[in-house]
């Protein structure tokens, strides 16, 4: 069935640091992936999603490349900031929505 | 002001009890959703809905149902609430189709005791 896996629970770096958040699927068709991030105490909103056309989605200094060959769409940064500190899921969609576990990341001074 | 609205924020009820959650778009989507976040942060869509067709995600509780009255509004009722019931209840709303972004309202903690 489709899925789509986290496989950190939590990420722990310091700030200026590079972010990797990792972000696998498995689907039935080809679908469409999102990051969404949620703050404490805040709703969760679109980070960013992938194109139909290969672009590399960016926002707020992260991009994703989605890799049809790997079933992968890992979030990346390539230097962390204290307010990036927050929960990152990786959702996958293709005729229904499927979120990842979600991955805590906690950037320290 | 565009977006999605919920009420309550919180809520505190007995095992048993019957509550409500409202929620309440003005974005002008087709389609709202109903998530359970436990305390794992574990994000679960319950529910998809808009006015042709509800999808309902075979592990949910049949205590669990939506109710509709229009495609701006898609209230959450759970019938006889169990422990396991405490979480956060988001509610989002997006254009059908598999590329729309959802728009999520700041949720309902449910406390049950």
């Known amino acids: 069935g489709d899925s789509v896996t986290q496989t950190e629970g939590l990420v722990t770096l310091t700030e200026g640091l590079p972010v990797m958040l990792n972000c696998t699927y498995q689907s039935t068709y080809s679908p469409f992936l999102f990051w969404y991030v949620q703050h404490l105490n805040e709703a969760p909103k679109l980070l960013l999603k992938?194109?139909?056309?290969?672009k590399r989605p960016e926002h707020q200094g992260f991009h994703a490349t989605l890799h049809k060959s790997s079933s992968s769409f890992h979030l990346q940064k390539s230097s962390a900031q204290l307010s990036d500190s927050a929960l990152y899921y990786c959702?996958?969609?293709?005729?229904?929505?499927?979120f990842g576990d979600g991955t805590q990341l906690v950037v320290k001074p | 002001e565009t977006a999605v609205f919920q009420t309550p924020n919180y809520h505190v009820t007995q095992v048993g009890n019957e509550v409500s959650f409202n929620c309440k778009q003005t974005?002008?989507?087709?389609?709202m959703y109903w998530y359970k976040q436990d305390s794992k942060k574990l994000l679960k869509i319950m529910f998809s809905?808009?006015?042709?067709?509800?999808?309902v995600n075979e592990t949910v509780p049949r205590r669990f149902s939506p109710q509709s009255s229009d495609k701006a509004h898609l209230n959450l009722r759970i019938k006889s609430v169990e422990p396991e019931d405490s979480a956060v209840y988001l509610c989002a709303s997006s254009y059908r189709g598999d590329y729309a972004e959802q728009f999520f309202g700041p949720g309902t903690r449910l406390t049950v005791l």
């Open positions: 992938s194109f139909t056309d290969n």
């Open positions: 959702a996958l969609s293709n005729n229904r929505i499927f």
């Open positions: 809905y808009n006015n042709k067709q509800l999808i």
């Open positions: 974005l002008g989507h087709d389609t």
